[in-house]
């Protein structure tokens, strides 16, 4: 069998080592036992089970997140806070410790968390853009090891402060400027101007790598769960599919279009109902007509999320 030690963490190739259900850097077996002896495997393994066996580790409180909607597009963001979307971990700093948002305790070193306050924070650990894999290989580990210097903490809330976001930001930079931590950022924010310069900061985040943008109303208080004061601002596609169906209109659209059922190529069918003006809702595009819309990416499906539509394509009678 093939013994390894990859940073810190040792394995076996054997049966006995891989069928166990213990997290990796907890399992050892008789080879690892013969080749480090038998003190150094208990001193290993005992440290790492007696962490596990602590009440902290047994904690399971799932946090009580605000959650972001995705931007459409055509929300008016003007005075709006962005920021760039991290590619990271999110963490909930409990004033003791991390939690996912699952409620899962990310186990970091003291050192790390030592100049953390004792009050809630909303953040992500990150490592650096496109290094989402890295970071969970990082932060799912249970000993402690400095792999974590590698990644920041970047703050972006305090949920516990009952004040508007931007007046929950600035104290957050207050805190780190009187009282800095190492392994500790606070993600910068900046004034939206509009849509199009929100499109234009997208384009600038993305040619560097990043993975979109977060745009935060200001005066918005932290209620957790999905909330629009929160948007997620993404790259949107274009793509064309043939008007097949109408589904009718609810609410202030009662009577009129809600959204039309198109269908692509490949017999995928979707509905495509924003976008719309009212003129459009009361005229929609003819049925075997093609549409050019807008969505942010595919499903697993093959479905377009967000679908948003754009124009009625006159040169075009069928799709691909």
């Known amino acids: 069998y093939v013994l390894k030690s990859v940073g810190g963490v040792y394995s076996c190739s054997c049966p006995a080592w891989r069928n166990q259900s213990a997290p990796i850097e907890r399992r050892t077996c008789k080879h690892l036992r013969q080749y480090r002896g038998e003190q150094a495997e208990a001193e290993r393994i005992g440290s790492s089970a007696s962490a596990a066996a602590s009440p902290l580790a047994k904690e399971k409180k799932t946090p009580a997140l605000l959650l972001a909607e995705t931007w459409d597009g055509e929300q008016d963001v003007t005075g709006w806070l962005y920021s760039e979307k991290l590619d990271g971990v999110r963490a909930y700093w409990t004033g003791t410790h991390f939690l996912s948002r699952q409620g899962n305790v990310y186990h970091a070193p003291a050192w790390f968390t030592q100049d953390l306050p004792p009050f809630a924070l909303d953040g992500e650990l990150w490592l650096a853009r496109k290094s989402f894999q890295r970071t969970v290989s990082v932060v799912r580990r249970h000993d402690g090891s400095a792999q974590w210097r590698e990644i920041r903490y970047v703050v972006f809330d305090a949920p516990a402060l009952?004040?508007?976001?931007?007046?929950?930001?600035?104290?957050?930079?207050?805190?780190?400027?009187?009282?800095?931590?190492?392994?500790?950022?606070?993600?910068?924010?900046?004034?939206?101007?509009?849509?199009?310069?929100?499109?234009?900061?997208?384009?600038?985040?993305?040619?560097?790598?990043?993975?979109?943008?977060?745009?935060?109303?200001?005066?918005?208080?932290?209620?957790?769960?999905?909330?629009?004061?929160?948007?997620?601002?993404?790259?949107?596609?274009?793509?064309?599919?043939?008007?097949?169906?109408?589904?009718?209109?609810?609410?202030?659209?009662?009577?009129?279009?809600?959204?039309?059922?198109?269908?692509?190529?490949?017999?995928?069918?979707?509905?495509?109902?924003?976008?719309?003006?009212?003129?459009?809702?009361?005229?929609?595009?003819?049925?075997?007509?093609?549409?050019?819309?807008?969505?942010?990416?595919?499903?697993?499906?093959?479905?377009?999320?967000?679908?948003?539509?754009?124009?009625?394509?006159?040169?075009?009678?069928?799709?691909?």
Do not use: W
Request: hydrophobic content about 35%.
């Open 162 to 320: 009952d004040e508007p976001f931007e007046r929950r930001l600035k104290a957050c930079r207050e805190h780190f400027d009187d009282r800095p931590s190492f392994f500790v950022d606070v993600l910068p924010h900046f004034a939206c101007r509009g849509a199009d310069h929100l499109r234009v900061e997208l384009d600038n985040i993305e040619r560097l790598g990043g993975e979109g943008l977060m745009v935060r109303r200001p005066d918005a208080l932290y209620e957790p769960g999905r909330s629009s004061t929160l948007l997620k601002v993404k790259r949107f596609l274009e793509a064309e599919a043939r008007v097949i169906d109408y589904e009718p209109g609810r609410g202030r659209h009662q009577g009129r279009l809600g959204a039309v059922i198109v269908e692509f190529g490949d017999g995928v069918r979707f509905a495509v109902g924003s976008g719309f003006t009212d003129a459009q809702r009361e005229h929609p595009p003819a049925i075997g007509s093609v549409i050019t819309f807008r969505y942010q990416e595919l499903s697993d499906r093959g479905v377009p999320r967000f679908p948003t539509f754009v124009r009625v394509r006159t040169d075009l009678t069928a799709v691909a």
